[in-house]
T-cell receptor, first 114, second 114 residues
Framework: DSGVTQTPKHLITATGQRVTLRCSPR?????VYWYQQSLDQGLQFLIQ???????AKGNILERFSAQQFPDLHSELNLSSLELGDSALYFC?????????????FGPGTRLTVL | QKEVEQDPGPLSVPEGAIVSLNCTYS??????FMWYRQYSRKGPELLMY????GNKEDGRFTAQVDKSSKYISLFIRDSQPSDSATYLC??????????????FGTGTQLKVEL
């Protein structure tokens, strides 16, 4: 158990809908990262937040957005969902000031768009 | 060409065998090199991280980095059926604005048979 929690575990929804995925980082970690894992693309970096501020952006679609709240939990919002958005979504966190860039992953949310 | 290349396998070995997993990369800016283990439908679990060229050992696992060849390896000695999982190499990259992200290989699926 990494200490990173994610809810829900599974989400099934229809095309065109909007969903929110939630992540709580490990105690003391200030950075939160979101990744998407699909069969054809592997694990892809979406976005990073550090202590409430957006720090880095990766291959995140405009239909997707994220935020990190004062209590450091983060939410990833996915809207106008398409079939191709079906994937595992992982949240990871890392402690402040570390030199190694290691990230600790949560159990993931499996999103199925029908 | 992908920044990180990893043979997807599957790789099947008998119990007790030495396993060698490898990744090559093209981005000289990568700073830290990590190996994650991912069991089916679970989050990636950090196994090892290294920075400089050379070897790092942790129990049955040895991570090796050759920056001049842009090649990293993970060796598993005395492999066990419980080592059956997908092994992902990951490399960290500092981004403009102070952020960082991990770039993953596609993962090698390993099966250790009794």
């Amino acid at each position: 158990d990494s200490g990173v929690t994610q809810t829900p575990k599974h989400l099934i929804t229809a095309t065109g809908q909007r969903v929110t995925l939630r992540c709580s980082p490990r105690s003391g970690d200030l950075s939160v990262y979101w990744y998407q894992q699909s069969l054809d693309q592997g694990l892809q970096f979406l976005i990073q937040y550090y202590n409430g501020e957006e720090r880095a952006k990766g291959n995140i679609l405009e239909r997707f957005s994220a935020q990190q709240f004062p209590d450091l939990h983060s939410e990833l919002n996915l809207s106008s969902l398409e079939l191709g958005d079906s994937a595992l979504y992982f949240c990871a966190s890392s402690p402040p000031g570390q030199a190694t860039d290691t990230q600790y992953f949560g159990p993931g949310t499996r999103l199925t768009v029908l | 060409q992908k920044e990180v290349e990893q043979d997807p396998g599957p790789l099947s070995v008998p119990e007790g065998a030495i396993v060698s997993l490898n990744c090559t990369y093209s981005n000289s800016a990568f700073q830290y090199f990590m190996w994650y283990r991912q069991y089916s439908r679970k989050g990636p679990e950090l196994l090892m991280y290294t920075y400089s060229s050379g070897n790092k050992e942790d129990g049955r696992f040895t991570a090796q980095v050759d920056k001049s060849s842009k090649y990293i390896s993970l060796f598993i000695r005395d492999s066990q059926p419980s080592d059956s999982a997908t092994y992902l190499c990951a490399m960290s990259d500092k981004l403009t604005g102070g952020g960082n992200k991990l770039t993953f290989g596609t993962g090698t699926q390993l099966k250790v048979e009794l």
